[in-house]
C-alpha cells in the first residue's frame, strides 16, 4: 500500500482544495484486513480538529445496503420473502388510484415501485429537524445533486412543495403548511393518498424512492417485532463489531471524534448545528459510522457473508444482494441497496453513494479481487464517489480519473435538438430546464448552464462535479417525450 498512499495522498489534497471538502475520511480493504485507512482535512474547522479513521459522518444512503441486507437475513430465516407483496405486512399502503396490492417488497428494494420522487423525505425533515437560528422560512434549497454515481437523497433544506397557508391575523403570512410525517403510519397514509401519478405498472420504471426504503424499514418492523434501529444493532452492527456506528441520535451524544456538518451555500461553505432528522425514514439513510467500521461491512462482503467467523450472510443470500435485478443507467443495474458496473476493466464495481446534510459518501468493492474502499465526507455535495473511484482506479494500476462510462459526446442532429427542450421537475423540488442556444442543448442547474452532448438515441449526457451525468429521455406510446430519467430518478416533464 506504499506505493498506493504516493499517489492517493497527493491526489486527495488537491481534491479537497477543489472541492473545499473539510474533511474526509477513506480506508481500502481485503478479505483479511484493512490495509490502509487515513483522515484528511478537520472535522471542525472552528477548532481545528483533525480527521481520523475513527471519525464519525452520516452514510445516508449508504444505509440502504444495510437495510437489504436485513431483509434478506429475515428472508433467510423463513420470516418474509422479496416476492412477497407488501400489503401482506403493511395492509394500509396503496398507491392514489389503487394498484399497490402488486407491489412487492423486491420493487421496493430496487426503487420500482412506481412512485415518483416525492416530498414526504423533505416534508418529514422539516417537521422533525431543530433549526439552526439564522435559518429563514425560505432557506434556500439546494438542487439535487447530481453527480451520476450519487443515489442518496434530493439535499432540501425545505419541502420541495410546501402548501400556502392563510394569511396571520396581522396580515404576515405564516410559514408555510406541509402534512406531518414523523411516523411509518403517517408515511404510508401520504403514499396512499398523496397528489401524484405513479409512473407506470410495478417494475415497469425504476426511479429512486427514499419513500421505498422508508416502507422497508416499517416491514423490518412488522415482521422482527423489534424497532428498526434495535434490529439493525441486533443483529448487524453488533456482529460486525461496528462499534462505533448508530441509527439513534441520542446515541450520538456518548462519543467523541464525530464531524461537525457542513454545506455549501453558493461558493461558501458554512456549518449546521443540527442533523436532519426523519423519522420513518432511518432505513434509508440515517446510519452514522466510521470508515473503519464500514471496513467491517465491506470485508464481510468480500467473505460471502462471513466476518470473523460469524456468518451474518449466507453466501446465497449474498449474491442475490449484489445480483444485478434492475436497469438503472446504461451500463449500471441496481442491486439489492448497491448500483453494479459489469466489466470496469475486466472486473465488477459494486457500490453505493449517499448524500444529507453534512453528509457525502461512497462505499463499495470489487468482488473479482477482494478489495473494498469507504470514503467520508463532511460537506453536502462533496463529489466522493470520484474521490472513492479514483482509489479503485489505483488500485487497479489505471490511470487515477479513469471514468466509469464512456460517451460519445456528440451533437444532437439539428433537425432533432428542439424536441428535447423543456421544463422538468419532481416532487422532490428538483428543476431541470432543457433549452436550446446556438444548436446546442443546454441544461440549467441550480441558475448554472451546462451543455448536454448526445451519446445515443434519446441518451445525452451533461458533465457536473467532475463526472458525466446521465440524462435519459423517455417517449409515451406516441413517441412524446414524456420525463427524463436523471440522477437515478424518472422527472415528468410539466412544460415546453
Known amino acids: 500500500m506504499k506505493s498506493f498512499a504516493t499517489q492517493f495522498e497527493p491526489y486527495m489534497q488537491q481534491f479537497l482544495e477543489e472541492t473545499k471538502a473539510p474533511g474526509m475520511a477513506v480506508a481500502v480493504v481485503s478479505r483479511n484486513e484493512v490495509v490502509y485507512a487515513r483522515g484528511f482535512g478537520v472535522r471542525d474547522r472552528d477548532t481545528g480538529a483533525a480527521v481520523t479513521p475513527e471519525t464519525i459522518f452520516g452514510v445516508a444512503s449508504v444505509s440502504k445496503s444495510f437495510t437489504c441486507l436485513a431483509i434478506m437475513q429475515l428472508a433467510l430465516a423463513g420470516k418474509l420473502s422479496p416476492d412477497d407483496p ?52 425560505e432557506a434556500q434549497r439546494p438542487g439535487l445533486d447530481a453527480s451520476p454515481e450519487t443515489h442518496g437523497e434530493k439535499q432540501s433544506e425545505q419541502p420541495g412543495e410546501a402548501h400556502e397557508s392563510k394569511v396571520s391575523g396581522k396580515g404576515e403570512p405564516r410559514e408555510k403548511s406541509f402534512p406531518r410525517i414523523d411516523d411509518f403510519d403517517q408515511l404510508i397514509g401520504y403514499i396512499r393518498t398523496g397528489d401524484y401519478k405513479v409512473l407506470g405498472e410495478p417494475g415497469q420504471y425504476v426511479s429512486y424512492s427514499n419513500d421505498c426504503y422508508g416502507l422497508l424499514g416499517a416491514i423490518i418492523e412488522k415482521v422482527s417485532g423489534r424497532r428498526f434501529e434495535d434490529y439493525m444493532e441486533e443483529n448487524v452492527l453488533a456482529p460486525l463489531e461496528m462499534g462505533r456506528s448508530m441509527y439513534d441520535l441520542s446515541d450520538l451524544q456518548g462519543f467523541d471524534n464525530v464531524t461537525s456538518l457542513y454545506i455549501k451555500d453558493g461558493e461558501e461553505v458554512k456549518h449546521k448545528r443540527h442533523w436532519q432528522v426523519a423519522p420513518p ?49 446504461r451500463d449500471r443495474k441496481y442491486c439489492y441497496g448497491f448500483t453494479r458496473l459489469d466489466d470496469y476493466h475486466g472486473v465488477t464495481l459494486i457500490e453505493h453513494s449517499g448524500s444529507l446534510r453534512g453528509v457525502a459518501s461512497n462505499i463499495g468493492f470489487i468482488p473479482e479481487k477482494g ?73 440549467t442547474v441550480d441558475k448554472k448552464e451546462y451543455e ?28 412524446r417525450i414524456w420525463a427524463v430519467g436523471w440522477g437515478g430518478r424518472i422527472i415528468r416533464k410539466t412544460s415546453g
Open 281 to 329: 425514514f432511518t432505513a434509508c439513510g440515517w446510519l452514522k459510522s466510521t470508515v473503519l467500521d464500514l471496513a467491517n461491512y465491506l470485508r464481510m462482503y468480500l467473505g460471502k457473508g462471513s466476518w470473523n467467523g460469524k456468518q451474518i450472510l449466507s453466501p446465497d443470500g449474498i449474491e442475490r444482494m449484489i445480483h444485478p435485478h434492475a436497469p438503472y443507467s
Open 86 to 137: 407488501v400489503q401482506k405486512y403493511l395492509p394500509a399502503f396503496d398507491l392514489p388510484g389503487g394498484g399497490g396490492g402488486r407491489v412487492t417488497i423486491h420493487h421496493l428494494m430496487t426503487h420500482a415501485a412506481g412512485m415518483p420522487p416525492l416530498p414526504a423525505l423533505n416534508y418529514s425533515i422539516r417537521g422533525n429537524t431543530p433549526k439552526d437560528p439564522e435559518e429563514s422560512v
Open 452 to 479: 448536454v452532448k448526445r451519446d445515443s438515441e434519446d441518451l445525452g449526457t451533461l458533465h457536473l462535479n467532475g463526472q458525466d451525468s446521465e440524462v435519459r429521455f423517455l417517449r409515451d406510446g406516441d413517441g
Open 371 to 443: 478489495l473494498g474502499v469507504a470514503v467520508l465526507s463532511n460537506l453536502t455535495g462533496t463529489p466522493s464517489s470520484r474521490a472513492w473511484l479514483a482509489a479503485v482506479n489505483l488500485l487497479l494500476g489505471l490511470p487515477v480519473e479513469t471514468p466509469r462510462s464512456v460517451y460519445k459526446k456528440e451533437a444532437w442532429p439539428p433537425e432533432d435538438v428542439a424536441e428535447y427542450a423543456g421544463t422538468f421537475k419532481s416532487g422532490e423540488g428538483v428543476t431541470l430546464k432543457l433549452s436550446v442556444k446556438d444548436g446546442s442543448l443546454v441544461a
